[in-house]
C-alpha cells in the first residue's frame, strides 16, 4: 500500500524557510518521478517542483524558482523540498506524490504570516 507522510510545515515569517520533508513507502520509490504540489484556500491544486528519479533534473513553477530546491534521498525514500525567502502567497498545504499515482498524503500546512 502506498503511503506519503508529508512533514515539516509550520508558521513562518515572510523571508524565512522551511524544509519539508516527504517520506513515502509501498512502491519502488528510485523508480519514480516525485513532484510537490500545494493547494491554497479556495484555490486549485498547483505543481511546485518535480524531480527525476535519479535525481539529476528539477522543474520548478516560476512563482519559486530560485526560492525553492527539491532535492531526493532515494536510500531513505524521502524527497525534500527546502523553501526560501517564503511569501505569504506560499500559504498552502503542500503535497508530494509520485507520477501517476492518484492518491494523496495529509500534506503538511505551510503558513507565512506575520
Known amino acids: 500500500q502506498v503511503q506519503l507522510v508529508e512533514s515539516g510545515g509550520g508558521l513562518v515569517q515572510p523571508g524565512g524557510s522551511l524544509r519539508l520533508s516527504c517520506a513515502a513507502s509501498?512502491?519502488?520509490?528510485?523508480?519514480?518521478?516525485m513532484s510537490w504540489y500545494r493547494q491554497a484556500p479556495g484555490k486549485e491544486r498547483e505543481l511546485v517542483a518535480g524531480?527525476?528519479?535519479?535525481?539529476?533534473?528539477?522543474n520548478y513553477a516560476e512563482s519559486v524558482k530560485g526560492r525553492f530546491t527539491i532535492s531526493r534521498d532515494n536510500a531513505k525514500n524521502t524527497v525534500y523540498l527546502q523553501m526560501n525567502s517564503l511569501k505569504p502567497e506560499d500559504t498552502a498545504v503542500y503535497y508530494c506524490?509520485?507520477?501517476?499515482?492518484?492518491?494523496w498524503g495529509q500534506g503538511t500546512q505551510v503558513t507565512v504570516s506575520s
Open positions: 506524490i509520485p507520477r501517476g499515482f492518484g492518491s
Open positions: 509501498g512502491f519502488f520509490f528510485s523508480n519514480y518521478y
Open positions: 524531480i527525476t528519479s535519479n535525481g539529476r533534473w528539477t
